[in-house]
């Protein structure tokens, strides 16, 4: 069984991004990028549902920017076998994500398409849901577990509350949550090997996809800094100041 | 405390000052690129980052036990170690027919400061492991070679380096462990006596630990000609490549340290039962020789530890400095208290630190290029050139980055305050654990006598003139350079006083020896900060470049301008003091009657 694991290059988690000046976006210019934590969790599984001999070859795609090679580069030392770059200097939005992955989709035709649940920069939390949608497959988001067994898989899925486990028919979506794994350390040769493993590059208008984005970002701010506190004198001040000023009581 | 891997810095240095596409083009690089190395680079800052870095503490905390020779190590290195070795580090350097990697030397380099930086102790393990492992693949026959190197480059078999005895320490002469022919006639040798000093020289994160061993042989010349390096596996090693029995070689007891606790520092006894069987690497009475080709690597790796340490020291005080608030700060109109990082003292302290530990990785890593040329230029003139400069840069790379080491160490308590000296905040440890650095592979004393006399004196000072010219290069460039040109008036001033001590060295080596000793420390810390200010100097300069073409992160760019005015202002000045004492110093240090110190 083929896997497809989508992989997207972010604003690493450790860098406080600042808002440009102008307010149009955020300042990622200099600052270090690297694999979406999610799909970091995402390339893990598919690496492991291989080890456990449930799938065969795992695909991973990045869209973006050149230098998102590096980003397949690095899911490929982790385990997956090849990797299609979706060349673009667009700024993509989930919903041409998801026509450009329906795409390669119908290109590549793997049984399972492993996402993570969303992107650490824009925090949508769509493309899995729209990708299954354009596709008119079954989704199994938020997985902390994935089961694959015969032409099924069964993803436990983190929700308000507990726990929901949902059976899906093959081919299916998968998004990933934090539980489901915890990525592995890559190995130095492997590092090495991925480098020579291939990397197929296409374009948005290869896959006769328009990506231009239907969303207008209006502004971008900080927000707002908090003001200092004040210290009141007694529990009655408390109260009253929660029930005239902040009018929470 | 965590540790982040300065990854940006790092880059730097390889691709603009140390020149690692040069290295990658030598022949024998050729699957190594920029764009691979960072890959390395990111990955092994994860790993530092993820798994070395939170054990640091239990290993100053735990320490090591022994009990009736068996050795266990702190919560957490035996799977941490595990982890280093299946992800494949231990043989990044390791010869590629013996399943290494083969990277070059300044590749590793650049990720051994990582893990010297996350966890020094956890560290040496490895370490020693790659210069044991280089011993024998320059040194040992076929047979040895292919019995132990795929295990030892795996990191199933990690090695250890047993030189030093009680009476034998950096006089190596005095050794005086035997090794006798075995009575069975298989070619073995009995190896009897104790070592000391032994670092991870039993434990248990493996299932064999390689032993070299310096002893002589019956008939063996007195002195340093008497010695011979053999192997002693813990554990005997079966024809198939199984593990037999267990050799006769144990731990005695863990030496009671200042620092570096999570390594178990091990007093070993060989033979105790007339049975230790080791087996002799390459030619009997060779071993110090052979010892001394790996010794300037294992230099080298502790030049690379002096300054990993100080790096976490300072971004540990940096935090502290961002985090503790204390006193208005100095000159503003508001009356609160201000982090100490805006009081101009700590600044100061913060700013020593971090300009000294620039100017100590631009030096490492140039060692390391040429140390790569060294082994792969095709031509052999630059073969040569680069080696002599490796030779030179050695003592004062593992002399100047270990005794800066313990004062950048020790500011990085100091900036803490009153916590800095309390445990808990961990400022402490690696004020504890940089001291060794400049003790152990030769003390700082050792390493200055090696650069007068074998380095300096005994090739009439040409690589010494070499790099003077070269300087003196740089400093034309600053001081054509608007704004740097401060920079290049200081660095210039100290190329001047150290032309005058070179010359004061060359003519007094020989004449008036003791005299010239006096001066061997500090000549070797003022080429450090000559040196180190150069290599600031060309950094700056290329900054100033790359702003100019509006390339890259300008914040970046514009630090390493502020850090090398900064050294060109604290720094570089001492160049000349240290100049004033080589050369007017040595008769008050001799005068005096020895009874009256």
Same mark, same amino acid.
């Given at each position: 069984?083929?896997?497809?694991?989508?992989?997207?290059?972010?604003?690493?988690?450790?860098?406080?991004?600042?808002?440009?000046?102008?307010?149009?976006?955020?300042?990622?210019?200099?600052?270090?990028?690297?694999?979406?934590?999610?799909?970091?969790?995402?390339?893990?599984?598919?690496?492991?549902?291989?080890?456990?001999?449930?799938?065969?070859?795992?695909?991973?795609?990045?869209?973006?920017?050149?230098?998102?090679?590096?980003?397949?580069?690095?899911?490929?030392?982790?385990?997956?076998?090849?990797?299609?770059?979706?060349?673009?200097?667009?700024?993509?939005?989930?919903?041409?994500?998801?026509?450009?992955?329906?795409?390669?989709?119908?290109?590549?035709?793997?049984?399972?398409?492993?996402?993570?649940?969303?992107?650490?920069?824009?925090?949508?939390?769509?493309?899995? &849901?729209? +990708?299954?949608?354009?596709?008119?497959?079954?989704?199994?988001?938020?997985?902390?577990?994935?089961?694959?067994?015969?032409?099924?898989?069964?993803?436990?899925?983190? /929700?308000?509350?507990?726990?929901?486990?949902?059976?899906?028919?093959?081919?299916?979506?998968?998004?990933?949550?934090?539980?489901?794994?915890?990525?592995?350390?890559?190995?130095?040769?492997?590092?090495?090997?991925?480098?020579?493993?291939?990397?197929?590059?296409?374009?948005?208008?290869? !896959?006769?996809?328009?990506?231009?984005?239907?969303?207008?970002?209006?502004?971008?701010?900080?927000?707002?800094?908090?003001?200092?506190?004040?210290?009141?004198?007694?529990?009655?001040?408390?109260?009253?100041?929660?029930?005239?000023?902040?009018?929470?009581? | 405390?965590?540790?982040?891997?300065?990854?940006?810095?790092?880059?730097?240095?390889?691709?603009?000052?140390?020149?690692?596409?040069?290295?990658?083009?030598?022949?024998?690089?050729?699957?190594?690129?920029?764009?691979?190395?960072?890959?390395?680079?990111?990955?092994?800052?994860?790993?530092?980052?993820?798994?070395?870095?939170?054990?640091?503490?239990?290993?100053?905390?735990?320490?090591?036990?022994?009990?009736?020779?068996?050795?266990?190590?702190?919560?957490?290195?035996?799977?941490?170690?595990?982890?280093?070795?299946?992800?494949?580090?231990?043989?990044?350097?390791?010869?590629?027919?013996?399943? =290494?990697?083969?990277?070059?030397?300044?590749?590793?380099?650049?990720?051994?400061?990582?893990?010297?930086?996350?966890?020094?102790?956890?560290?040496?393990?490895?370490?020693?492991?790659?210069?044991?492992?280089?011993?024998?693949?320059?040194?040992?026959?076929?047979?040895?070679?292919?019995?132990?190197?795929?295990?030892?480059?795996?990191?199933?078999?990690? =090695?250890?380096?047993?030189?030093?005895?009680?009476?034998?320490?950096?006089?190596?002469?005095?050794?005086?462990?035997?090794?006798?022919?075995?009575?069975?006639?298989?070619?073995?040798?009995?190896?009897?006596?104790?070592?000391?000093?032994?670092?991870?020289?039993?434990?248990?994160?493996?299932?064999?630990?390689?032993? !070299?061993?310096?002893?002589?042989?019956?008939?063996?010349?007195?002195?340093?000609?008497?010695?011979?390096?053999?192997?002693?596996?813990?554990?005997?090693?079966?024809?198939?490549?199984?593990?037999?029995?267990?050799?006769?070689?144990?731990?005695?007891? +863990?030496?009671?340290?200042?620092?570096?606790?999570?390594?178990?520092?091990?007093?070993?006894?060989?033979?105790?039962?007339?049975?230790?069987?080791?087996?002799?690497?390459?030619?009997?009475?060779?071993?110090?020789?052979?010892?001394?080709?790996?010794?300037?690597?294992?230099?080298?790796?502790?030049?690379?530890?002096?300054?990993?340490?100080?790096?976490?020291?300072?971004?540990?005080?940096?935090?502290?400095?961002?985090?503790?608030? &204390?006193?208005?700060?100095?000159?503003?109109?508001?009356?609160?208290?201000?982090?100490?990082?805006?009081?101009?003292?700590?600044?100061?302290?913060?700013?020593?630190?971090?300009?000294?530990?620039?100017?100590?990785?631009?030096?490492?890593?140039?060692?390391?290029?040429?140390?790569?040329?060294?082994?792969?230029?095709?031509?052999?003139?630059?073969?040569?050139?680069?080696?002599?400069?490796?030779?030179?840069?050695?003592?004062?790379?593992?002399?100047?980055?270990?005794?800066?080491?313990?004062?950048?160490?020790?500011?990085?308590?100091?900036?803490?305050?009153?916590?800095?000296?309390?445990?808990?905040?961990?400022?402490? &440890?690696?004020?504890?654990?940089?001291?060794?650095?400049?003790?152990?592979?030769?003390?700082?004393?050792?390493?200055?006598?090696?650069?007068?006399?074998?380095? %300096?004196?005994?090739?009439?000072?040409?690589?010494?003139?070499? %790099?003077?010219?070269?300087?003196?290069?740089?400093?034309?460039?600053?001081?054509?350079?608007?704004?740097?040109?401060?920079?290049?008036?200081?660095?210039?001033?100290?190329?001047?006083?150290? /032309?005058?001590?070179?010359?004061?060295?060359?003519?007094?080596?020989?004449?008036?020896?003791?005299?010239?000793?006096? =001066?061997?420390?500090?000549?070797?810390?003022?080429?450090?900060?000559?040196?180190?200010?150069?290599?600031?100097?060309?950094?700056?300069? /290329?900054?100033?470049?790359?702003?100019?073409?509006?390339?890259?992160?300008?914040?970046?760019?514009?630090?390493?301008?502020?850090?090398?005015?900064?050294?060109?202002?604290?720094?570089?000045?001492?160049?000349?003091?240290?100049?004033?004492?080589?050369?007017?110093?040595?008769?008050?240090?001799?005068?005096?009657?020895?009874?009256?110190?």
């Amino acid at each position: 069984m083929k896997a497809l694991v989508a992989v997207k290059r972010v604003v690493d988690y450790n860098v406080k991004v600042r808002v440009k000046a102008d307010g149009s976006d955020v300042d990622i210019g200099n600052v270090k990028m690297s694999m979406n934590p999610f799909d970091e969790i995402a390339v893990e599984e598919a690496v492991r549902l291989k080890e456990a001999g449930k799938v065969s070859e795992i695909v991973v795609v990045s869209l973006g920017v050149k230098q998102c090679e590096e980003t397949l580069r690095t899911a490929m030392a982790m385990g997956a076998d090849r990797g299609i770059l979706v060349e673009t200097e667009a700024p993509l939005q989930p919903l041409a994500v998801a026509k450009l992955l329906k795409a390669v989709v119908d290109k590549e035709q793997p049984q399972l398409v492993i996402l993570g649940k969303q992107a650490i920069d824009d925090d949508a939390n769509q493309t899995g &849901q729209m +990708l299954a949608a354009l596709l008119g497959w079954p989704q199994g988001t938020f997985a902390s577990k994935v089961v694959v067994a015969d032409s099924k898989v069964d993803v436990t899925r983190e /929700i308000d509350g507990g726990l929901e486990t949902v059976a899906l028919k093959l081919p299916a979506i998968v998004t990933t949550d934090l539980r489901l794994n915890e990525p592995r350390y890559v190995k130095l040769p492997n590092i090495m090997a991925a480098k020579k493993k291939p990397l197929d590059k296409t374009t948005p208008a290869d !896959l006769g996809v328009d990506p231009a984005p239907r969303l207008t970002v209006l502004k971008v701010a900080e927000p707002a800094k908090r003001s200092a506190g004040v210290k009141v004198a007694s529990v009655q001040e408390l109260v009253a100041k929660l029930k005239n000023e902040a009018k929470v009581l | 405390m965590s540790y982040r891997a300065p990854v940006n810095d790092i880059r730097f240095v390889l691709n603009e000052l140390a020149g690692l596409s040069e290295v990658c083009a030598l022949p024998g690089n050729e699957d190594t690129n920029p764009e691979l190395v960072d890959a390395i680079l990111e990955e092994a800052a994860k790993f530092a980052e993820g798994v070395l870095a939170p054990i640091n503490r239990n290993g100053d905390l735990h320490g090591n036990t022994v009990d009736n020779g068996v050795v266990t190590t702190a919560p957490g290195f035996r799977d941490a170690y595990h982890q280093f070795r299946d992800a494949g580090w231990v043989g990044m350097r390791g010869p590629v027919e013996y399943g =290494g990697q083969g990277m070059p030397a300044l590749v590793t380099m650049a990720v051994e400061e990582l893990w010297c930086a996350a966890n020094l102790s956890f560290s040496l393990c490895p370490l020693l492991t790659l210069g044991a492992t280089e011993a024998l693949h320059h040194h040992a026959s076929d047979e040895l070679k292919s019995i132990y190197l795929p295990k030892m480059i795996s990191g199933e078999w990690p =090695g250890t380096m047993n030189l030093t005895e009680p009476q034998a320490g950096s006089d190596l002469a005095q050794v005086r462990s035997k090794a006798v022919p075995n009575p069975t006639g298989d070619g073995s040798y009995l190896i009897s006596g104790q070592k000391i000093f032994i670092t991870w020289g039993e434990h248990d994160m493996a299932d064999n630990i390689v032993h !070299l061993v310096l002893a002589r042989l019956p008939d063996a010349p007195a002195g340093v000609k008497g010695i011979s390096l053999f192997v002693v596996p813990k554990f005997l090693v079966n024809a198939d490549g199984s593990l037999g029995a267990r050799n006769d070689v144990r731990c005695v007891s +863990l030496e009671h340290k200042l620092g570096i606790h999570g390594s178990p520092t091990c007093v070993m006894s060989y033979g105790d039962n007339g049975n230790a069987v080791g087996y002799l690497v390459g030619e009997a009475n060779r071993g110090l020789s052979y010892m001394f080709t790996m010794m300037n690597h294992a230099r080298l790796g502790v030049g690379v530890e002096g300054m990993a340490i100080s790096e976490r020291s300072y971004q540990q005080a940096v935090a502290y400095a961002r985090d503790r608030v &204390q006193s208005r700060a100095l000159g503003s109109d508001d009356a609160s208290s201000a982090a100490i990082i805006k009081h101009p003292d700590v600044r100061r302290m913060l700013m020593t630190m971090r300009s000294q530990i620039e100017a100590q990785r631009a030096l490492t890593y140039l060692t390391g290029a040429a140390l790569d040329k060294a082994a792969r230029h095709p031509d052999a003139a630059e073969k040569q050139k680069a080696q002599a400069l490796v030779n030179f840069l050695i003592p004062i790379v593992k002399g100047w980055n270990t005794e800066q080491a313990n004062e950048i160490t020790s500011l990085g308590v100091q900036i803490h305050g009153g916590m800095g000296f309390i445990e808990e905040t961990g400022a402490a &440890q690696h004020y504890r654990d940089a001291r060794i650095t400049s003790i152990y592979e030769g003390t700082t004393g050792i390493q200055a006598l090696d650069l007068i006399g074998r380095k %300096l004196a005994s090739e009439k000072g040409t690589t010494a003139k070499v %790099l003077l010219t070269e300087v003196a290069a740089t400093v034309n460039k600053l001081k054509a350079a608007g704004d740097l040109a401060v920079i290049g008036d200081a660095l210039e001033a100290a190329q001047e006083a150290t /032309i005058k001590t070179v010359d004061y060295l060359l003519a007094t080596f020989d004449s008036n020896p003791r005299a010239a000793a006096v =001066g061997s420390v500090p000549f070797l810390k003022q080429m450090g900060i000559l040196l180190g200010g150069w290599q600031l100097g060309r950094a700056a300069l /290329i900054a100033r470049q790359k702003l100019a073409d509006g390339e890259g992160d300008a914040a970046f760019f514009e630090s390493k301008i502020s850090v090398a005015r900064f050294f060109a202002a604290h720094q570089l000045p001492q160049v000349a003091a240290l100049a004033q004492t080589i050369r007017f110093g040595a008769e008050s240090a001799l005068e005096i009657g020895e009874e009256l110190l």
